[in-house]
């Protein structure tokens, strides 16, 4: 589905019309097919789930060029609640870019968040050399023209080691990867250069968390997760074996497992 979200098309999927609402927002240079794994279960479990391509990002537009910053994103989200008529608290689910979108989307709206699920990703803003390799890789995109450098940069990264590069787990993730424009990722990594720390935010989080990491995630390590953890009041974190920075792909059941544990706590 499309609908008109600030000056953008966004595209997004909207299913099942119970509660809670489960608002999915997917990590860099990936799209909300990367949440595929987790429809069914949700589905059972009698949720509604929105899922956005963030501006940017799958098939929904990108807007002017510059930045793509994380208060953009999550002025997206909450105009995209509007427009699909969301009016409860959500429970939001990010992964990675989607949960440093989540703590600007607490800084905005706590009152649209009923809880949090944060997976693999990072509270802290990027070190002065993530930062620099960031606008190196945006600079090297638009040059080539294409989303290739994160292919040979970032896609590596993303799984665990054990996982066969041909499985089609790899295949999907290539697939999202090559299926970002070079403004996306151009504009997206310099979104992410700009965002503020989030470790202060921390404990003022007041609604239920749970915090999920895979056991190999290398770009936003358990460290990360457990600095999130120890920062929420009362948040729960959880591991996932056999998985790295994509856990919901890479070991769906168990990460389903978790989330539908959390969400009948909620
Ligand atoms: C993501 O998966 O969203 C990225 O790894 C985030 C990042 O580059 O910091």
Redesign the pocket.
């Known amino acids: 589905m499309i609908a008109q979200v600030n000056d953008i098309a966004m595209a997004y999927s909207d299913t099942g019309e119970g509660s809670p609402v489960v608002l999915l927002v997917h990590?860099?240079?990936?799209n909300r097919s990367m949440w595929d794994p987790q429809l069914g279960s949700l589905k059972a479990a009698g949720a509604r789930v929105v899922a956005p391509d963030l501006r940017g990002f799958g098939a929904s537009e990108g807007g002017p060029p510059g930045a793509l910053t994380m208060g953009q994103h999550a002025r997206d989200l909450a105009v995209l609640l509007d427009v699909v008529g969301v009016a409860e608290p959500v429970v939001y689910v990010g992964?990675?870019?989607?949960g440093?979108i989540g703590f600007e989307f607490w800084r905005r709206s706590p009152e649209r968040v009923r809880a949090f699920v944060l997976a693999?990703t990072r509270a802290t803003a990027?070190s002065v050399e993530h930062r620099a390799w960031?606008l190196a890789m945006a600079a090297e995109a638009e040059a080539v023209g294409s989303s290739q450098p994160a292919i040979e940069g970032?896609l590596p990264r993303?799984f665990s080691p054990t996982l066969r590069p041909g499985s089609p787990v790899a295949l999907a993730g290539r697939r999202m990867v090559a299926g970002t424009s070079a403004r996306g990722l151009a504009d997206g990594?310099r979104g992410?250069a700009e965002r503020v720390d989030s470790l202060f935010l921390l404990p003022l989080i007041t609604v239920p968390t749970l915090v999920v990491v895979g056991e190999h995630d290398i770009?936003?390590p358990p460290a990360d997760a457990e600095q999130i953890a120890a920062g929420v009041p009362g948040a729960k974190l959880v591991n996932i074996d056999q998985a790295g920075?994509l856990p919901n792909m890479e070991n769906p059941d168990a990460f389903n497992d978790a989330l539908l544990e959390f969400l009948g706590e909620v």
Do not use: A, I, K, Q
């Open positions: 990590g860099f240079v990936l992964l990675s870019m989607g440093y693999d990027d960031r970032m993303f990594h992410m770009l936003t920075h």
